[in-house]
């Protein structure tokens, strides 16, 4: 796996470019001189977690034949204060689920992901308490 990142301008603005040619915008805050025209590099993170997490939802509820109609995730997390670095130190995944899905079963799932599956979540447990929680919304008639 190879990141490249190229500084765009002359402060914080920086793109990441994968082997496959796939970008993200990287920045940093105002505060420090930055534009806000990419994500932080803490963001990106949660990003990461929330994309690990999602991909082992669907796959485990493909797998089980569940029909998934969408899936989105809100994540908030608490940096560690007065420290540096200022790590995670509480992250919360609310995952909002569409389709027939049994509680049960989006429960498991989520557990799975989060708990045994997921690499990104596997780093950041070392510094953060990790928790979710999930909704499940019936499938609408435009949706089937």
Partial sequence: ???????????????????????VE??????????????????????????????????ILKKQRLKLQDIRLRISAKRAENVIPAVFSHIHMHFVLTGDIPDEKAARAITLSVDKYCSVAAMLRSTAEISHSFEILPTTPEQT
């Fill in 1 to 23: 796996m190879i990141i490249d990142i190229q500084r765009i301008d002359d402060a914080f603005h920086m793109r990441a470019v994968n082997e496959s040619g796939r970008t």
């Fill in 26 to 59: 990287i920045d940093a805050a105002p505060a420090i001189g930055g534009y806000d025209a990419g994500m932080r590099p803490m963001q990106m993170v949660l990003a990461a977690l929330g994309g690990c997490s999602a991909i082992d939802v669907i796959d």
